[in-house]
Nanobody, 115 residues
């Protein structure tokens, strides 16, 4: 059984930074594509960033140049460094991994940016 646990969210002022972490357990993940999503109140869940097993990254246009996704395969961790945060980044952030024909999600971590 795959488990994903996010951490690192919180309240930050506009212009500040946060680093989110996602700890994956239940299997090896070094060969897996992993992603961060977010969902703001009243909005659909949206893709924020992805990283392949080889480390190739991709970002939503709204976060390009501000967010950086990375992974540590030895620790089964994926990270999201978020800089220059603004009020539009306020959301619950979720870690996601597709594996064994399913899509696994963590419980999410709240990020609130005060303007």
């Amino acid at each position: 059984q795959v488990q994903l646990v996010e951490s690192g969210g919180g309240l930050v002022q506009a212009g500040g930074s946060l680093r989110l972490s996602c700890a994956a357990s239940g299997s090896g993940f070094s060969d897996n594509f992993m992603a961060w999503y977010r969902q703001a109140p009243g909005n659909q869940r949206e893709l924020v960033a992805t990283i392949t097993s080889g480390g190739t990254t991709n970002y939503a246009d709204s976060v390009k140049g501000r967010f950086t996704i990375s992974r540590d395969n030895a620790k089964n961790m994926v990270y999201l460094q978020m800089n220059s945060l603004n009020a539009e980044d306020t959301a619950v952030y979720y870690c996601n991994v597709p594996k064994w024909g399913r899509s696994y999600w963590g419980q999410g971590t709240q990020v609130t940016v005060s303007s």
